[in-house]
C-alpha cells in the first residue's frame, strides 16, 4: 500500500465530507445549521461511495 496515495485520498474525501459538502448545502439551503449538516450527512455519503468504487482500487 502506497501511504502517500491513501493519505492523498483520505484527505480529499475529508475536505469533501467536512468542508465542501456542507458550505454548498448551506448557501443553497437557506443558510441555515441544519442546512449545513444536511450536507455533512451527504458529503459523508458520497466519501464513502467515492472510496468503495474507486479510491480502494487505487492503493
Excluded at 448545502?25 to 468503495?52: C, D
Amino acid at each position: 500500500m502506497n501511504i502517500t496515495v491513501f493519505s492523498g485520498i483520505m484527505a480529499f474525501y475529508a475536505v469533501l465530507t467536512y468542508f465542501v459538502f456542507p458550505i454548498i448545502f448551506y448557501y443553497t439551503m437557506g443558510k441555515t445549521v441544519k442546512a449545513a449538516g444536511q450536507g455533512f450527512i451527504l458529503g459523508s455519503i458520497v466519501s464513502v461511495a467515492l472510496w468503495v468504487f474507486y479510491g480502494s482500487k487505487m492503493v
